[in-house]
Antibody, heavy 119, light 108 residues
């Protein structure tokens, strides 16, 4: 089955760190660009970060640049999001999403993992 | 990186049609044909419904259609069905980032 499964979410104090993982199965991860998209409780979707097929290209939203780091390990079929200096406004469900260079659309999403930043 | 503008709500009766707008700028919607639409039911992950302005992924009913004029994109749902009731989000590539709309709650 083609799917993405996120893990690593939880409760963390402001200023703390967390590492999210996204496990891909049923397709060849190395052929796809990958993204993280988040959704604060009761709010809309917000794109967070992008990584190219090989990992050589990375992009970040202004709201997380300098604090979050995206990476991937195609041999392990996984994508990661290292989140540092977390703030209350980072509280959200974080989704891993696949896209293709041809369409720049997110055609496969995981079920999401909840991150709560609170003291 | 400003969000695209969508109406917060839209509604229609069973069998009717409804159109949801998505307004951006000349740096995102107006600059690229990389506008996509997503459907999200409560507690579920978003699902791609339209990509590249007007293309439907395999499995998406042809009741869903998309278009674009200038800086505004639109999603039309024809022949409304009960299962179409959901939140809908537009998105556009913007050169070095992606932007989403605030979402539209469609009530059938």
């Amino acid at each position: 089955e083609v799917q993405l499964v996120e893990s690593g979410g939880g409760l963390v104090q402001p200023g703390g760190s967390l590492r999210l993982s996204c496990a891909a199965s049923g397709f060849t991860l190395s052929r796809y660009e990958m993204n993280w998209v988040r959704q604060a409780p009761g709010k809309g979707l917000e794109w967070v970060s992008y990584i190219s097929e090989t990992g050589s290209g990375k992009l970040y939203a202004d709201s997380v640049r300098g604090r979050f780091i995206i990476s991937r390990d195609n041999a392990k079929n996984s994508v990661y999001l290292q989140m540092n200096s977390l703030r209350a406004e980072d509280t959200a469900v974080y989704y891993c999403a696949r896209d293709t260079a041809a369409t720049d659309a997110f055609d496969l999403w995981g079920q999401g993992t909840m991150v709560t930043v609170s003291s | 990186q400003s969000a695209l503008t969508q109406p917060p709500s839209a509604s229609g009766s069973l069998g009717q049609s409804v159109t949801i707008s998505c307004t951006g700028t000349s740096s995102d919607v107006g600059a690229y044909n990389y506008v996509s639409w997503y459907q999200q039911h409560p507690g579920k992950a978003p699902k791609l419904m339209i990509y590249e302005v007007s293309n439907r992924p395999s499995g998406v009913p042809d009741r869903f259609s998309g278009s674009k004029s200038g800086n505004t994109a639109s999603l039309t749902v024809s022949g409304l069905q009960a299962e179409d009731e959901a939140d809908y989000y537009c998105s556009s590539f913007a050169g070095s980032n992606w932007v989403f709309g605030g979402g539209t709650k469609l009530t059938v």
